[in-house]
């Protein structure tokens, strides 16, 4: 079966690839090349952390901002139309 064939022309593959890197190791240095790249993303994450929480924060801070500032107008107009009816001044809306 072609099956058979396939799956016996890989394992020769694969013990060949296997026999040919046997002697192939990792340079002295890479452990703690590793090891260095793991603590450079782990202080990236946290610092992405701080960025994102900020983030919000300052989304959250524009909201509350545009939202006192709405409040600030309408009660500042209030102030204006009732300070002009009880002087007898009232502007007419069309």
Do not use: C
Not at 73 to 93: F, K
Request: proline content about 2%; aromatic content about 6%.
């Amino acid at each position: 079966m072609v099956h058979d064939r396939d799956e016996a022309f890989i394992d020769e593959r694969l013990a060949r690839i296997s026999k040919e890197t046997a002697s192939l190791r990792p340079r002295p240095d890479f452990r703690r090349r590793v090891q260095r790249a793991l603590d450079a993303e782990r202080e990236a994450d946290s610092r992405r952390v701080f960025v994102r929480a900020g983030r919000l924060v300052l989304a959250a801070a524009m909201v509350l901002a545009i939202g006192t500032l709405a409040f600030a107008v309408e009660r500042n107009e209030a102030a204006n139309e009732a300070t002009a009816i009880s002087y007898g001044v009232e502007e007419l809306e069309w």
